[in-house]
């Protein structure tokens, strides 16, 4: 969903294991830090690949805006659908060889997707990826939580969390750029090799678990699954589900369909062009960490109400007809968004009852990659009714309801 989380596209941290305090923080040898962070590029770098695409893909398939933007939404529903499985899965098996493995079998849909003779086969593709993506991050999530002693784990996940931008911002460039010089189906060929080659250098660099993975191999699926629906009667975590929601679908929603402002007048950006437009989403390397310090130092509430209405003022600036403006209302919408997701899932940590934390984060990841996908056609409709302006401002009264939902739902640490 990366995802982002992607990406995220940041995700929920896991309920870490009752050990006893280390006396000091650390967080190991550099390789393994390395590995995390390739952990987040691999299960993001595909997953918002044909964002630049879409204006080319609607012209080469005569598709509409709705149709296109399919090859978006199919990865965050195959995302949405197999993420809460995957935690319950993964309690049975070493979590390394989940994620080592997720990878080599991502290689695989995205190799084919270069194969593609129509829309229809390219969107099954891109469902495909999504539905293996959430072994790569979701798994991820489970093993930085157990691997590494607590005072460590947010360190470790805002390294894992940069990742994961790097792979998506990474995967736009290849695919924008493959296109432009080659054709859009080299683009998926690249990134199909460079994911197999990923999964080599996380084989070689990410450590053996210390800990025991089948502490719950003895539980149920049944056993496993129930305490999800305790969770939808929990009015907290609804509130952060609908954050959650609100998160991807606005950046998936803006992303996806200011390609198409762009390529018109009087901007007129080409494919490759349209991939540059992705480096703003860089600025989730410095912020997601510096946002993780602030969690402790103003408190969630507050923390949620800046972010959203930072991502607010960002959106409505890109009504602007001028590029400078445009990509600097970009660089705001990115930048509450990442402080958005450190702020959603520290409150989740909160909310979720003791026991049930990893069950709640799989229903985040439901409820964050649903946003994605709906994002990825919605604005469609809206694109009919009144353009880019139409978009925005539906996007705008989102923020707003969603503020009123975090304020009146979340209560602070008592």
Excluded at 27 to 50: H, M, Q
Excluded at 133 to 144: L, N, V
Excluded at 225 to 254: C, D
Excluded at 307 to 320: E, K
């Amino acid at each position: 969903m990366a995802n982002t989380l992607s990406a995220q596209e940041s995700l929920p941290f896991p309920e870490a294991p009752a050990t006893a305090p280390e006396p000091e923080s650390r967080i190991g040898p550099l390789s393994s830090v390395v590995a995390v962070c390739l952990c987040g590029v691999f299960a993001f770098i595909d997953l918002y690949a044909t964002q630049p695409l879409l204006p080319l893909f609607a012209h080469l398939f005569h598709a509409s805006k709705a149709a296109v933007g399919l090859t978006v939404s199919a990865s965050t529903l195959g995302v949405a659908l197999s993420a809460p499985f995957f935690g319950a899965f993964a309690e049975r098996l070493s979590r390394r060889r989940v994620i080592i493995w997720s990878i080599v079998a991502l290689s695989v849909p995205t190799l084919l997707a270069a194969t593609s003779p129509n829309l229809h086969a390219l969107i099954f593709w891109r469902f495909v990826q999504g539905l293996i993506m959430p072994g790569i991050f979701a798994i991820t999530i489970a093993y930085i939580g157990e691997e590494w002693p607590a005072q460590s784990v947010a360190l470790v996940m805002s390294v894992y969390i940069s990742g994961t931008a790097l792979g998506g911002f990474t995967g736009r460039i290849i695919s924008g750029f493959a296109a432009s010089r080659l054709s859009w189906h080299w683009g998926f060929v690249f990134l199909g090799l460079l994911t197999l080659a990923g999964s080599i250098a996380v084989a070689r660099w990410l450590p053996q678990e210390k800990r025991s993975f089948f502490a719950h191999a003895d539980a149920g699926w049944r056993a496993q699954l129930l305490p999800m629906l305790g969770h939808l009667r929990n009015p907290r975590l609804i509130a952060t589900f609908a954050v959650g929601f609100n998160i991807l679908f606005s950046l998936v929603g803006i992303f996806t369909y200011i390609t198409f402002y762009l390529a018109d007048p009087p901007f007129h950006l080409s494919t490759e062009a349209l991939s540059y437009l992705f480096v703003v989403y860089l600025v989730g390397l410095i912020v997601t960490p510096a946002a993780g310090y602030m969690v402790g130092h103003v408190g969630l509430r507050v923390g949620i109400a800046g972010a959203i209405l930072l991502s607010l003022l960002g959106v409505l600036i890109t009504l602007a007809h001028s590029l400078i403006w445009v990509v600097g209302g970009l660089t705001l919408l990115c930048t509450g968004v990442f402080i958005s997701q450190a702020m959603a899932t520290s409150y989740l940590r909160e909310a979720a009852t003791a026991g049930g934390r990893v069950s709640a984060a799989g229903l985040y990841l439901s409820f964050y990659y649903i946003g994605g996908t709906v994002a990825g056609v919605v604005p469609s409709y809206l694109w009919a009714i009144g353009k880019w302006p139409a978009c925005v401002a539906f996007i705008a009264v989102l923020q707003v309801v969603t503020l009123v939902i975090a304020l009146v739902g979340w209560r602070e640490r008592g």
